[in-house]
C-alpha cells in the first residue's frame, strides 16, 4: 500500500489541474477553499480517483482500484488431508507396470494389441483429375482482390435545412478532433472580408443509442468580425456574454423546441468559469452551470485560457439548445445538444467527446 504522504493524487478544477497532493494535503486544500468536495481527483497515472471527498473518505491508498493489482486466488485445502492427484498417478503407474511387464514376456519388440474398434471400410479410389477450364485456371492462380471500400462520406444534416440557403461556410470542424491545437477541416479566412447580418450554428452528433442527432440555430449577427464567430480561443480574441435576437432553431431532438423564437443568449469565452449568474438573465441558477455563468479573469482583467465555454441558450425556456466545453482536452471535451440530462444542463464537466461515433460543427454567415 502506497505511503498516504506521498504525493500522488490530482484534483481537475475550473482553474486547472492541482496538484500532487498527499491525503493530507488534499484534507487541508480542500478546508483552504484550492479544490472542492465534488471536483474530480486522478492518480498520477491519469485514472480517475472519484470526487475529493471520495478520496478523502476511502482507503488511505492513493490507487485507483483499477491499479491496485487483483488478489490471487488460492484453491482451498482439503479439509480430510486427502491429496486428490496422487489416485490417478498411482494408477497410471500400475498400468504402466502392466505393460511393461507384457513387453518383456514377448520379447520386447512387439507392442501391446490394441482393443478392437469398429471396423474402418477400405478407402475408396480416388476419381481421376478433371482438367480445369482455362477461365478457372486463371482464376486460381490469382486470387481475387477485395473491390476497393468507397470513400467515407461525411454525415450531413445541411442539406435538409432550407433555411441555410444564402448562408456561406466560415469553418467546418470535427469536433472528435479537439485539442489544445486542432485544426479545421475547413477554415474560409475570406469570410473575414464580408459583411454579414446573421449567423448561423450546425452541430451534429451521434451515438449508437440516439442515431443521428442535428442542431441549426441562426442569429443577427453579434459582432462584425466573422472570426469571432468560431469557437472562442485565446486567438480568435472572442468573448461573448450578450443577448441575441430573432433565433430559428430547427432539429431533429425531441427535447429542442424547432421555431422561431425572439432571443436567447450565448456564452463565448477561452477561461475559466463559476456557476453564479448574470443578474442580466433571469431564471438562471447560482449553484448550477446552465444558462448564464461567470467567467473568471485573471487579475490583470485580461482573458486566459481554461475550461472554455461556446454554448447558445433559448433564455426564457431555460435550454440549451448546444455546448461546446473544454476543447482543450480533445476526446475529454464536454458536447451536448438540448439540456444536459446530468447534474449541469449545460454540459460542463461531461467529459463525453469520445462517447460519439460523429461530431461535427459549422458555421456560417449571411453575407449582406
Given at each position: 500500500m502506497p505511503d498516504p504522504a506521498a504525493k500522488t493524487i490530482y484534483v481537475v478544477t475550473l482553474r486547472g489541474d492541482r496538484g500532487p497532493f498527499s491525503r493530507a494535503d488534499l484534507a487541508e486544500a480542500l478546508r483552504a477553499g484550492e479544490v472542492g468536495g465534488q471536483d474530480q481527483a486522478r492518480s498520477a497515472f491519469g485514472r480517475p480517483l472519484g470526487t475529493v471527498d471520495q478520496v478523502l473518505r476511502g482507503p488511505s491508498s492513493d490507487r485507483s482500484p483499477a491499479?491496485?493489482?487483483?488478489?490471487?486466488?488460492?484453491?482451498?485445502?482439503?479439509?480430510?488431508?486427502?491429496?486428490?492427484?496422487?489416485a490417478p498417478l498411482l494408477v497410471g503407474a500400475?498400468?504402466?507396470a502392466v505393460v511393461v511387464a507384457m513387453m518383456a514376456l514377448r520379447g520386447g519388440h512387439d507392442l501391446p494389441p490394441v482393443p478392437p474398434t469398429a471396423p474402418v471400410a477400405p478407402p475408396e479410389r480416388e476419381p481421376a483429375a478433371q482438367p480445369i477450364p482455362q477461365e478457372k485456371q486463371s482464376q486460381q492462380a490469382q486470387p481475387a482482390k477485395p473491390a476497393p471500400a468507397p470513400p467515407a462520406q461525411l454525415r450531413d444534416a445541411l442539406p435538409g435545412i432550407a433555411e441555410a440557403r444564402g448562408f456561406r461556410l466560415v469553418c467546418d470542424l470535427d469536433l472528435l478532433k479537439l485539442g489544445r491545437n486542432f485544426s479545421y477541416r475547413v477554415n474560409n479566412r475570406d469570410a473575414s472580408?464580408?459583411?454579414?447580418?446573421?449567423?448561423?450554428?450546425?452541430?451534429?452528433l451521434s451515438t449508437a443509442a440516439d442515431g443521428d442527432r442535428h442542431v441549426w440555430v441562426a442569429m443577427d449577427a453579434f459582432t462584425t468580425d466573422a472570426v469571432r464567430t468560431t469557437v472562442p480561443t485565446t486567438y480568435t480574441k472572442a468573448f461573448f456574454q450578450t443577448t441575441v435576437r430573432n433565433l430559428q432553431v430547427r432539429s431533429n431532438h425531441p427535447g429542442i423546441p424547432a421555431g422561431d423564437h425572439g432571443e436567447g443568449n450565448i456564452e463565448f469565452w477561452p477561461c475559466d468559469y463559476g456557476e453564479a449568474a448574470s443578474a442580466t438573465v433571469p431564471g438562471a441558477s447560482s449553484t448550477l452551470f446552465d444558462?448564464?455563468?461567470?467567467?473568471?479573469?485573471?487579475?490583470?482583467?485580461?482573458v486566459g485560457e481554461g475550461h472554455g465555454s461556446m454554448q447558445v441558450h433559448l433564455t426564457k425556456q431555460r435550454l440549451t439548445l448546444f455546448a461546446i466545453n473544454n476543447w482543450r482536452d480533445g476526446r475529454k471535451a464536454d458536447l451536448g445538444i438540448g439540456n444536459c440530462p446530468g447534474r449541469h444542463p449545460d454540459w460542463t464537466f461531461a467529459a463525453n467527446a469520445g462517447s460519439y461515433s460523429h461530431a461535427r460543427l459549422r458555421v456560417l454567415i449571411r453575407p449582406k
Open positions: 491499479e491496485r493489482p487483483p488478489a490471487p486466488r488460492v484453491a482451498p485445502a482439503r479439509r480430510d488431508g486427502r491429496r486428490p492427484w496422487l500400475a498400468l504402466l472580408k464580408v459583411p454579414f447580418d446573421r449567423v448561423a450554428y450546425l452541430v451534429e444558462i448564464s455563468d461567470s467567467p473568471r479573469l485573471g487579475k490583470d482583467g485580461k
